[in-house]
């Protein structure tokens, strides 16, 4: 999927795991990884939301676009 | 939710039953037919003795027609239940909408759908072989069956569009 997401990247430069994430954000743990390895499908604007006020970073910071990989 | 699993187990059994009485029926008729075959003579002494005034050869070649329809009516019948079965299984399993179960009320539909058309020529038995009085099959057109086929063939698009919403659902974070 063209879509790619970069939350590890922006958690390290934060210091955080992503079960703290999950407990700051009021996600499950399981969803979370679902959404770090790439294997989610969509993404709703509250967990977007909810990530970005956690880690005080724009959506563009944990979301990225490459048009060359097609795969799904 | 003991009420529901109830109706699930009993609606469990009901068509574990209808399925075994509608086999049952199957190789009855066809074993009939077949000996209606094999004994042909002894059959229609039967017929002529049984019922003077009739044609005995015509009534004979209607009840044929009719275990014909007969047949065909109790495959149409076993692919239904067997449908309906494989719905019911995933019901109790806790996951009815699946995608597969799209497929499965549409097979439904087009048994039911098969069963109403053969109203038709048992309709046409009954008037064109007077001979067969009584025993005529009752081929009268059924509203509600010919609704339950418009029914099934609705819920299965239904199921198709909930199937693909669930799944678009469950990848959702």
């Known amino acids: 999927m063209p879509i790619k997401v970069t939350l590890d990247e922006v958690l390290e430069r934060r210091g955080l795991s992503l079960t703290q994430l999950a407990q700051a954000v009021d996600i499950t743990l399981a969803n979370l990884s679902i959404l770090k390895t790439g294997k989610a499908k969509a993404m709703r604007f509250s967990t977007l939301e909810a990530i970005c006020t956690v880690l005080n970073c724009q959506p563009g910071e944990i979301l990225s676009f490459d048009p060359t990989d097609e795969r799904v | 939710m003991f009420t529901r699993d109830r109706l699930t187990e009993t609606a469990w059994i009901v068509i574990g039953l209808g399925r075994v009485l509608n086999w049952l029926f199957l190789l009855g008729v066809l074993l009939l037919l077949v000996l209606s075959w094999l004994f042909a003579e002894s059959l229609i002494s039967f017929l002529s003795n049984s019922n003077p005034g009739v044609d005995a050869a015509s009534e004979a070649t209607g009840l044929r027609l009719e275990m014909l329809i007969g047949i065909l009516a109790a495959i ?54 007077p001979s067969l009085g009584s025993a005529a099959p009752n081929g009268d057109i059924s509203l509600g069956g010919w609704m339950a086929v418009l029914l099934l063939f609705v819920l299965s698009r239904v199921f198709a569009a909930g199937a693909v919403m669930r799944d678009d659902l469950e990848g959702t974070v």
């Open chain 2, 76 to 129: 149409a019948t076993g692919r239904l239940l067997a449908a309906l079965r494989d719905v019911l299984a995933t019901a109790r399993a806790g996951d009815p909408f699946v995608a597969a179960n799209a497929g499965r009320l549409q097979a439904m539909g087009w048994a039911l759908l098969a069963l109403q058309l053969l109203d038709i020529p048992a309709s046409l038995l009954g008037r064109f072989v």
